[in-house]
C-alpha cells in the first residue's frame, strides 16, 4: 500500500510541476482612442448623381451619363496636428466603393484612432505597384475589377461605364477605366509590342479635412467624389477625341491622371 | 448489376473448386447493437467493434459508423470520409492509426480524406477505440487513439483456401458496393487477396417536412490488396502487405473543391514474435510506407467556366516501429521505439477567365515541408490484491521544416516567416482500477498528452480548411498542445443484470491549437466566397468536460437490448469576437467563457433486439435521440443546431452456413436533419443535411 501511495504522489506532484507552467501577464499600458467611418457621396456639379440619365454635359460639351462608378482608395492617412502620421491599416488598407452597392458608400474602420485634432486626410486613388498583386481578391464585388494582366496585372483604380453623344448625335459607350498604363513600340497597340507598365495610381490631399477624435466616439467623415471634375483641369476631357475605351490608351489615362487631383473634397464632418 | 453478380458468381466458382477446402470458420452472429465491448480493467474507457458489427449496417465509410460509439462524432463535408471527433478533439488531436502503427499522411487540405477513409469497412477485423490521453505506445496522443485493424491472413496445420463475398445496396444514393477476399494458406506461408468496388450516388434528405433536398455526395471508390505471410517458425511470423485505395470524383458540397482523383499506397512489413523467453513475451516490429496522391478542383461547381482552381497534393509518411513485450511475475513492461517521417508538397494552379483574357496564378500549398518524430514510449501493468495499476510514458522529438519561401511581416510582427521548429514533447499517464465488490470496479485515470503542431497547422497556405468560411494560414512557430485529463469509470458486469459503465471526464488544454482572424492588410484570402483569413495560434488553455454512460444486457438471452448516452462540454475562458459589419471587420469585443466550435450535444440511444431461430435471425430496433446544442461559440458566430429523433430498424439473417443477410431501414419517418458538426454548405449559410430514409441490404456468402 505504501508503494502504490507513494506511486501516485510522484504523479501527482509530477503533474504538477510540468502542468501549471504560465506565461507573463501582457502589461501594455491603456491608451484613449476613438473611431472613425467614412461615407462616400457622388455628386456631378454639386448635386447627387442620378444615374443612367443623360443629363449631364461636361467641360468639353459631352451630352454623358453615368451607368456604374466603382473605384479604390487605399493607405488612407491622418495627419495628426502635432506631426504624426495614423495609416488606417489596421485591418484593411485598401477600401471599394460601389455606388450600387449601398454597403460599400460608408467604411467603419476597424482601427483605434488616437484621440487628439487631426489637421488632414489624405490617400491613394487606386492600388499602390506595391499592393496591386493579381488574383489578390478572390471575392465579387472587388474580383470583377481585374485588369488583365497583359495589360499589367492588378486591379482597375477606378471604373466609370457611361454613354455619350457623339458629334453625330449617336449615343455611344465609354468605359472610363483607370488602372496600369501601357508602353507600345512604335505606338502599335497590341500586347505584343508593350515594352513597358505605367503606374497610374495618385496621391489625394483632401481638402478642408480637419477634424478631431474624442475618446470612445465615432467621428464620421464624407468624402466627396466631384465626377465632373474627371473630364476638366487641367485638362478638358473630350469623349468624342478619346473614344469609348482607354484601357490601352496611356496617354488618356495620364490625362485622367492629373484630372484627378481636385476630384475629391470633404464633406460633412460630425 | 450483371457486372456484380459476373463478380460474385466467379469468385465463388474459383473458390468452390479450389481444393482442400475445409469450412472451419463459421459466420459468428453477434448481437449487432453496437455494445461497447468496454475493458473492465482498464483505468480509462476501450471500446472495440468487431467486423460482424461492422458488417450488419449499412457502412460506407468507416467515419460514418464510428459516430456511433458515444461520445464519437464526426465532421461531415460530403458524402464519405466523416472525419472522427472524440469528445470534441479532432484531427490531430486524435491518433487515428492503421493496424497498429501505420500511418498516413492525409493530402488534402480539406481533410478530404481523414486517415479513415483510406480504409474500407469490410476489410476491418475490428477498432480500437481509446479515449483520453492514456495510451501512448501508438505515437503522441491528445484526445485518444483510433485503431483500425485489418483482416489478416494466418498460418493454417495443411494448405487451406477460403473466400468471401459481400453485396451491398442502398436506396436513396441508389449506392451499391461490392467486396471480394480469398485467403489461405499452410503452416508456413499464407496469404489474403482482397479487392472492392463502390459506387453511390447524390442523396437526399429526409422529407417529413417536404422539403428533401438532393445534395451533390456523389462517390466511386475501390480498392485491392495483397497480403503474404511467412511463419520460418513457431510463434514467429512475417507478413507484406500492399494495398491500393482509390477514390475518383467524390462530391463535397461544403468544400469549395471536389476530389477528382485520391491515389493512396500503403505498403507495411511486419515482424510478430512470441514467448521468446521466460521475460520477453512478445516482438513486434513494423516498417511502413503510405503515400497519397490528391487531386481537387472545382469542376462540378458552376464557377468553372470563369474560375478555375486545381490543387494537387502529394503526401508520404515513411516510418517504424518496435515494442518488446516482458513479463516478470506479476510485472508487465512493453519498451519500444517509433519513427515516422512526412513529406508533404503541394501547389494550387487558378485560371481566371475575366475580360476575354485568361490569368494563372500558381501558389504552393506546401512547398517541401518535412516533418520527422521519434519517440519512445514505455507502459507498465500490474496488480496487486484488488488493485490494478497501468501507467504510459513517452518521449518525442519532433522537428519540422520547409521550403517556403513565403514571410509575412507586418509593422514588425511576423506572421510567417522563420519555418524551422523542433520540440521535445514528454507525456505520461497513470490509471488504477480496483474491484470493490463483485464485477464492480471503480477507476481513476489521469494523464497528460502533449502532441506537436501537424503539417497543416504550421504551413498550409490560404485553404478553407476550419469548420468556417475562412481560408487558412499555418504558423510555423506553433508551440505543441498539451492535453491534462482525468476520467473516473465505475463499471460493473453481472451475467444475469448485464453490464454497466459510467463514466466522467475533466480535459484541461494548454497551449490549445485554434486560429484567428488576420487583418486583410496583412493577407488576403485566395479562395472564392470566404469571408478572410484566420491564422493558427496557440490559445492559453481551453477545457472539456463531459461524461458517458452505458448499459447492455448480456446475451444469455433471447431478447436484449442496450442504452448509451454521452455529453461533451467545452469553454474557452477569454476569446477576441470580430464584429462584422455588411463585409467590413469594424471591432472586436473580448468574450469570457466561450464554447468551442464543432462539440457535439448530448445524445442517447436505445436499442432494442430478439434472437429467433436459434439466434439466425434477429431484428433489432434503435431510436437515437440528440438534444439541440445551443452552447456553440459566439467568437465563430456559430450556429445553434436543433435535436432530432430517428428511428432504424435492422434485421440479420444467418440463412445457411454459408450466406448471411443484413438489412434494415434507416431513419424510418425520413426525417430531415443534420448533426451540430456537419458543415455548412460552400457559399450558403445552410447545413449539410444527413440522408433521409434509406433502405439497405447485405448480402454475404463466405466458404
Redesign the interface.
Known sequence: MKN?LL??AA??A??GL??C?D?PIDSNPAKEYG?IKFNFTHLVAGLPLEKDTMKYINAAGNNYEVDQLMYFISDVTLHNSDGTTKLI??????NYVDVDLS??LS????DDIPIGTYNSISFTFGISEAKNI??????PPD??M?W???LG?GYHYMMINGKWRDTANVIQNFDFHLGIGQLYKSNVINTDSIYAFVQNYFDVELPNSSFTIEKNKTREIEIIMNIESWFETPYIYDHNYWGGGIMQNQPAMQMVKENGFDVFTTGLIQ | MKRIVVLIVGFLVFTLESKAQILKDTVKLMPFEIKDSINRKLPYLETTIQKEQLESGSIRDVGDFLRSIPNVSGVRKGGVAVDPVIRGFKFSQINVILDNGVKIENACPNRMDPVSSHVEAEDVENIEVIKGPFVLKYGPALGGVINLVSKKPHPFEKFEMHADALYGFETNWNGQKEHVSVWGGNKKIYFMLNGGYSDYGNYQSGNASRHDTTFNSSFRKYNYGATLGYSPKKNHSINLSYNEIHGRDILYPALPMDEKSDNTRLIALDYNAVDLSNIIKSLNVKIYYSDVDHVMDNSHRSGWDSKQMVSVVDAMNIGGRAEMGMQIKKHKVFVGLDYENINKDGARTMTMLMMGTTTIKKANLWKEAKTQNIGLFAEYKTFFSYWELDAALRLDYNLASSEDTLKLIKNHISYFNDVSSNYINFSISAGITKEIAKGLYVSLALGRGTRSPNMLERFIKLMTVGYDNFDYLGNPQLKPENNNEADITIKYSNEKIGNFYLNGFYSYVQDYIGAIMLPSSVVMPQTSGVLGVKQFVNVKAVGFTGGEFGYSTTEKYKWGGSVVAAFTYSYIPSVTKYIVTGNNVTGDTLLKNDALSEIPPLETTVSFFYKVLKGKLVPKISARIVADQRHVSEASYEPYTPGFALLNFSIKYNIIKYVSIAAGVNNIFDRAYYEHLNRKIIGTTGKLFEPGRVFYINVKVKI
Not at chain 1, 493579381?134 to 471575392?139: R, S
Request: hydrophobic share 45%; charged share 20%; aromatic share 24%.
Open positions: 502504490k506511486l501516485l504523479f501527482f509530477f503533474y510540468y502542468g507552467k506565461k473611431k491599416d489596421g485591418w484593411k488598407d485598401i454597403s460599400t467604411w467603419n474602420v476597424y493579381t488574383m489578390m481578391f478572390v471575392n474580383v470583377n481585374m488583365p494582366g497583359v496585372g
